[in-house]
């Protein structure tokens, strides 16, 4: 979620096709992802936007140490 202190106007948000190339996903993994909750986006109209701190926190939760 996003930190109440942070001016909405500041927020950049990303289209589901920026997230899947950024994390080198299919799209349909970042829709499969927003509808299960583990990455947070906000729905406008018929489209999601994803808010960049949003996928910042979802890569860091979700480091794997090996070993």
Same mark, same amino acid.
């Given at each position: 979620?996003?930190? @109440?202190? /942070? @001016?909405?106007? /500041?927020?950049?948000?990303?289209?589901?096709?920026?997230?899947?190339?950024?994390?080198?996903?299919?799209?349909?993994?970042?829709?499969?992802?927003?509808?299960?909750?583990?990455?947070?986006?906000?729905?406008?109209?018929?489209?999601?936007?994803? @808010?960049?701190?949003?996928?910042?926190?979802?890569?860091?939760?979700?480091?794997?140490?090996?070993?």
């Amino acid at each position: 979620m996003s930190d @109440p202190v /942070t @001016p909405l106007g /500041t927020v950049r948000f990303l289209k589901v096709a920026e997230v899947a190339a950024a994390l080198r996903v299919s799209r349909m993994s970042v829709y499969r992802l927003i509808h299960s909750g583990d990455l947070e986006a906000v729905r406008f109209g018929r489209n999601f936007r994803v @808010p960049e701190h949003a996928v910042n926190a979802y890569l860091r939760e979700s480091f794997y140490h090996a070993g």
